[in-house]
T-cell receptor
Framework: DAGVIQSPRHEVTEMGQEVTLRCKPI?????LFWYRQTMMRGLELLIY????????DSGMPEDRFSAKMPNASFSTLKIQPSEPRDSAVYFC???????????FGPGTRLLVL | QKEVEQNSGPLSVPEGAIASLNCTYS??????FFWYRQYSGKSPELIMS??SNGDKEDGRFTAQLNKASQYVSLLIRDSQPSDSATYLC????????????WGAGTKLIIKP
């Protein structure tokens, strides 16, 4: 059974470029979470969706970040324009609605030069 | 501001000993408590969940919850080098709409 799938696994880009991260949740899961992890700040929740609807985006750092979930099997996190301080590992996780176990994808390691 | 606090470590424990990891939380109405393990360069994975006061055992792992004191702990018996990882504590309140509040994690090192 496939777990949460994220792409790309690694991304190196230059400051000012647009970055798009992709996530496919586990089939049947209704909740999807985007996290960012750095050494300094640990694991931070950026935004989460229930049934494709954004519930809480208070963790999104600023307007340069946006996330969409057009259907139950796909979500994107976009950074435009990217900055060096956006360098981090970005995780996508999914769970059953009301379920308490979150299943994490392998993460996307983003480096903005 | 709801907070979850963990000692960042590293916590160094000899192989075969008991490793004790602690976590405190600020929101008194928190209902669900989780321990995730994260190996270096990997994603977090759930290893224990606990919902009521007392102990919950699963193999070499025991989670302990004390809601009155607002702390939750994880004990690892017979520690193995493969237990070396960062352990993240996560807490969910009754009104959090499935969102977890995460601690910064404790890095555990098991020395052979």
């Amino acid at each position: 059974d496939a777990g949460v799938i994220q792409s790309p696994r690694h991304e190196v880009t230059e400051m000012g470029q647009e970055v798009t991260l992709r996530c496919k949740p586990i089939s049947g899961h209704n909740s999807l979470f985007w996290y960012r992890q750095t050494m300094m700040r640990g694991l931070e929740l950026l935004i989460y969706f229930n049934n494709n609807v954004p519930i809480d985006d208070s963790g999104m750092p600023e307007d340069r970040f946006s996330a969409k979930m057009p259907n139950a099997s796909f979500s994107t996190l976009k950074i435009q324009p990217s900055e060096p301080r956006d360098s981090a590992v970005y995780f996508c996780a999914s769970s059953l609605l009301g379920g308490e176990t979150q299943y994490f994808g392998p993460g996307t390691r983003l480096l903005v030069l | 501001q709801k907070e979850v606090e963990q000692n960042s470590g590293p916590l160094s424990v000899p192989e075969g000993a008991i490793a004790s990891l602690n976590c405190t939380y600020s929101d008194r109405v928190s209902q669900s408590f989780f321990w995730y393990r994260q190996y270096s360069g990997k994603s977090p994975e759930l290893i224990m969940s606990i919902y009521s006061n007392g102990d919950k055992e699963d193999g070499r792992f025991t989670a302990q919850l004390n809601k009155a004191s607002q702390y939750v702990s994880l004990l690892i018996r017979d520690s193995q080098p493969s237990d070396s990882a960062t352990y993240l504590c996560a807490v969910r309140g009754w009104d959090s709409n499935y969102q977890l509040i995460w601690g910064a994690g404790t890095k555990l090192i098991i020395k052979p």
